[in-house]
């Protein structure tokens, strides 16, 4: 007879045991069992008494995901119209439930006492399990605390569910993506147009742009990020998508791109960079700059056997590259493209006759400012050629700067600190040319007297 009582009892005994283990449950860390967090309800306080919400909160509507905003829940985004569907407070996609390699175990997820290798715990799952030894009702963040909708403090794990604004998982789908436009390979002087309309906003609109400098050379001085109209836009919001820059000098230019985001926790959370890189495409190119403006200073390259001539005086005077002779501009209101312009009727004729290839040019020819002037020589003959600066106009001595490029690299940079007097010359260095592929650097870094300015300065002002 015992033992049949004892059957008895536990008959009896069975439906209090099962609603001990419904009723509580301090697994799960929702509000009904007196815990703070969410339990994948998608209700923000899990107990769906319709109180307010805590900002920033995330749930689930059915497929849709709401943010709690000034304690009211608001619509955010449909994750049906992406194939998906809404999971803790995001969009994520259906994964099987039956015991699938998912999550590694031989029991169906949503079980009680499931008994499975993926959390080891004797509670419902309810969740696409992340491999870690606790209940967490969540997509895997990587942070230290699962279930959680705060930021977790990382800003690269990989979600959408975790709750944080942005995450570097979810910011594609939330937040504004900037495209700079392919990385170009441009000219000395060449305009630089700049592209980006390829940015893109899947959850509202791009309100303005903001373009800046991440770098570019120390001696581009006039190197400024503009819209159609001329305009500076660097570093401000503007409507341009497509500004641009004049690549005064060589070398590396880098632009940074952000976006201003119709949601303001968005704005500048990504961006993109675009890299403009100008490359000499003569065999020598010399670049002159200095630092203060209305001192003017004058580039001058001067051939095996040549003198120095200080205004470049003597129409067909075949011995030296200067602005009176040897400036592509000619008069024009733009600076030239290499080799685009035909250059003064006494433009020096050098190497073989007539061909225009293995001649020197003057492609700029800065009075007011601070430069660059460019001397630019391809095919050059074998002897050495002279390089040297003109203090020309003003009455102080600025840095000096010129730099040498060979065949479209950098070769060596000269420069004078503290500059030289006005109606004196810089001789920077010698350019010896022992064959088509092979010239030398020399360096000079003497100053000699120019003599007497003459007229001569006001027909240079004149020609320019």
Same mark, same amino acid.
């Given at each position: 007879?015992?033992?049949?009582?004892?059957?008895?009892?536990?008959a009896?005994?069975?439906?209090?045991?099962?609603?001990?283990?419904e009723?509580?449950?301090?697994?799960?860390?929702?509000?009904?069992d007196?815990?703070?967090?969410?339990?994948?309800?998608?209700?923000?306080?899990?107990?769906?008494?319709?109180?307010?919400?805590?900002a920033?909160?995330y749930?689930?509507?059915?497929?849709?995901?709401?943010?709690?905003?000034s304690?009211?829940?608001?619509?955010?985004?449909?994750?049906?119209?992406?194939?998906?569907?809404?999971?803790?407070?995001g969009?994520?996609?259906i994964?099987?439930?039956?015991?699938?390699?998912?999550d590694?175990?031989?029991t169906?997820?949503?079980?009680?006492?499931d008994?499975?290798?993926?959390?080891?715990?004797?509670?419902?799952?309810?969740?696409?399990?992340?491999?870690?030894g606790?209940?967490?009702g969540?997509?895997?963040?990587?942070?230290?605390?699962d279930?959680?909708?705060?930021t977790?403090?990382?800003?690269?794990d990989?979600? @959408?569910?975790?709750?944080?604004?942005?995450?570097?998982?979810?910011?594609?789908?939330?937040?504004?993506?900037?495209?700079?436009?392919?990385?170009?390979?441009?000219?000395?002087?060449?305009?630089?147009?700049?592209?980006?309309? !390829?940015?893109?906003?899947?959850?509202?609109?791009?309100?303005?742009?903001?373009?800046?400098?991440?770098?570019?050379?120390?001696e581009?001085?006039?190197?400024?990020?503009?819209?159609?109209q001329?305009?500076?836009?660097?570093?401000i919001?503007?409507?341009?998508?497509?500004?641009?820059?004049?690549?005064?000098?060589?070398?590396?230019?880098v632009?940074?791109?952000?976006?201003?985001?119709a949601?303001?926790?968005?704005?500048?959370?990504?961006?993109? $960079?675009?890299?403009?890189?100008?490359?000499?495409?003569?065999?020598?190119?010399i670049?002159l700059?200095?630092?203060?403006?209305?001192?003017?200073?004058?580039?001058?390259?001067i051939?095996?056997?040549?003198?120095h001539?200080?205004?470049?005086?003597?129409?067909?005077?075949?011995?030296?590259?200067?602005?009176?002779?040897?400036?592509?501009m000619?008069?024009?209101?733009?600076?030239?493209?290499?080799?685009?312009?035909?250059?003064?009727?006494?433009?020096?004729?050098?190497?073989?006759?007539?061909?225009?290839?293995?001649?020197?040019?003057?492609?700029?020819?800065?009075? $007011?400012?601070?430069g660059?002037?460019?001397?630019?020589?391809?095919?050059?003959?074998? !002897?050495?050629?002279?390089?040297?600066?003109?203090?020309?106009?003003?009455?102080s001595k600025p840095?000096?700067?010129?730099?040498?490029?060979?065949?479209?690299?950098?070769?060596?940079t000269f420069?004078r600190?503290?500059?030289?007097?006005?109606?004196?010359?810089?001789?920077?260095?010698w350019?010896r040319?022992?064959g088509?592929?092979?010239?030398?650097?020399?360096p000079i870094?003497?100053?000699?007297?120019?003599?007497?300015r003459?007229s001569? @300065?006001?027909?240079k002002?004149?020609?320019?």
């Amino acid at each position: 007879m015992p033992w049949k009582m004892t059957l008895v009892a536990l008959a009896l005994c069975l439906p209090f045991v099962s609603c001990t283990t419904e009723e509580i449950s301090e697994s799960d860390g929702d509000a009904v069992d007196g815990d703070e967090r969410t339990d994948g309800d998608g209700l923000a306080d899990g107990d769906g008494d319709g109180g307010a919400c805590a900002a920033g909160a995330y749930r689930c509507l059915g497929d849709v995901v709401e943010r709690c905003e000034s304690g009211a829940w608001a619509f955010l985004h449909d994750c049906f119209t992406d194939g998906l569907t809404c999971f803790d407070g995001g969009c994520v996609a259906i994964t099987p439930t039956d015991g699938d390699s998912t999550d590694g175990d031989n029991t169906p997820d949503g079980d009680i006492l499931d008994s499975d290798a993926s959390d080891g715990d004797d509670v419902p799952d309810d969740d696409i399990p992340d491999g870690d030894g606790e209940p967490d009702g969540d997509v895997p963040d990587g942070d230290a605390s699962d279930g959680d909708i705060q930021t977790d403090g990382d800003h690269a794990d990989g979600d @959408i569910t975790d709750g944080d604004q942005p995450t570097d998982g979810d910011v594609d789908f939330l937040c504004a993506r900037p495209d700079a436009g392919p990385d170009q390979t441009v000219r000395p002087l060449d305009t630089v147009n700049l592209d980006g309309t !390829g940015s893109t906003d899947s959850n509202g609109a791009i309100l303005a742009y903001k373009w800046e400098w991440e770098s570019k050379p120390a001696e581009a001085f006039s190197a400024i990020i503009r819209d159609s109209q001329g305009h500076s836009v660097e570093g401000i919001w503007t409507e341009s998508a497509q500004p641009l820059f004049f690549a005064a000098v060589a070398g590396t230019y880098v632009v940074r791109l952000t976006l201003q985001d119709a949601d303001e926790d968005c704005n500048e959370a990504l961006a993109d $960079t675009v890299t403009i890189t100008a490359i000499p495409d003569d065999d020598i190119h010399i670049e002159l700059t200095w630092s203060q403006a209305n001192n003017d200073h004058d580039l001058h390259l001067i051939r095996p056997g040549g003198q120095h001539s200080r205004d470049c005086d003597g129409a067909g005077n075949q011995s030296y590259c200067c602005w009176q002779n040897c400036n592509t501009m000619n008069g024009s209101a733009t600076p030239c493209p290499p080799r685009g312009c035909p250059g003064p009727q006494n433009a020096p004729d050098w190497g073989q006759i007539e061909i225009r290839e293995d001649d020197p040019r003057l492609d700029i020819d800065d009075i $007011t400012g601070r430069g660059p002037e460019e001397t630019n020589l391809s095919q050059p003959e074998i !002897g050495d050629y002279l390089v040297t600066v003109e203090n020309y106009s003003g009455d102080s001595k600025p840095e000096a700067t010129v730099s040498i490029w060979l065949f479209g690299e950098l070769r060596d940079t000269f420069t004078r600190p503290d500059g030289f007097s006005p109606r004196n010359h810089w001789n920077v260095c010698w350019l010896r040319v022992n064959g088509p592929e092979d010239i030398e650097i020399v360096p000079i870094d003497t100053v000699e007297p120019s003599g007497s300015r003459g007229s001569s @300065i006001n027909r240079k002002a004149l020609k320019k």
